[in-house]
């Protein structure tokens, strides 16, 4: 069964930093390329980054480019998020999801549960 | 960037009834990239169909998506009680964008 769990969540002051971390099981996280999905609270879903099987290629959202950083362990099936310069924007519940095998584009096919992040003073 | 319109923004039916939601998309969406998800009040989203017309694993054949180009569809041949959620249309052509959602509520 897969299994996707995110951890790191909370409350951070505007301009803080925090790291998110998404452990996963069930299936051969070496050779899939994970994203990181954020919903603001009655909002949408954004999408915010992708990160190839072997890091290779890694893709950000506009609204975050600069700030936040994707990467991956395969030895710990591990999927990170570091988020600096943090804004009141920032704040949502943060999703990391399977993607397609290797550097394949496709659709989100597991999520995790999803961690709140709060940006506020 | 490739924006998707979804429509309506809610939509009010009873159980048994047939749901049309609709995907329109900015530009043409490569190869059939749309993918259709659920979500369920404080749940994850759950991929329903990708490639706009292939369920999911585990999918009902109650739900069918089709459509190409710039107009999508999914369509829910007759709601049950758990299908009353929020659903979103998205394409992973051009990175990934979402629609903001239809939701689907009980009349």
């Known amino acids: 069964e897969v299994q996707l769990v995110e951890s790191g969540g909370g409350l951070v002051q505007p301009g803080g930093s925090l790291r998110l971390s998404c452990a996963a099981s069930g299936f051969t996280f070496s050779g899939y390329s994970m994203n990181w999905v954020r919903q603001a609270p009655e909002k949408g879903l954004e999408w915010v980054s992708y990160?190839?099987?072997?890091?290779?290629?890694?893709y950000y959202a506009d609204s975050v480019k600069g700030r936040f950083t994707i990467s991956r362990d395969n030895a710990k099936n591990s999927l990170y998020l570091q988020m600096n310069s943090l804004r009141a924007e920032d704040t949502a519940v943060y999703y990391c999801?399977?993607?397609?095998?290797?550097?394949?584009?496709?659709?989100?096919?597991?999520w995790g549960q999803g961690t709140l992040v709060t940006v506020s003073s | 960037e490739i924006v998707l319109t979804q429509s309506p923004g809610t939509l009010s039916l009873s159980p048994g009834d047939r749901a049309t939601l609709s995907c329109r998309a900015s530009q043409s969406v490569s190869s059939s990239y749309l993918a259709w998800y659920q979500q369920e009040p404080g749940q994850a989203p759950r991929l329903l169909i990708y490639g706009a017309s292939s369920r999911a694993t585990g999918i009902p054949d109650r739900f069918s998506g089709s459509g190409s180009g710039t107009d999508f569809t999914l369509t829910i041949s007759r709601l049950e009680p758990e299908d009353f959620a929020v659903y979103y249309c998205q394409q992973y052509g051009s990175l990934w964008t979402f629609g903001q959602g239809t939701k689907v509520e009980i009349k």
């Open positions: 999801a399977k993607g397609g095998w290797g550097v394949a584009t496709g659709p989100l096919d597991y």
């Open positions: 990160i190839s099987s072997s890091s290779s290629t890694i």
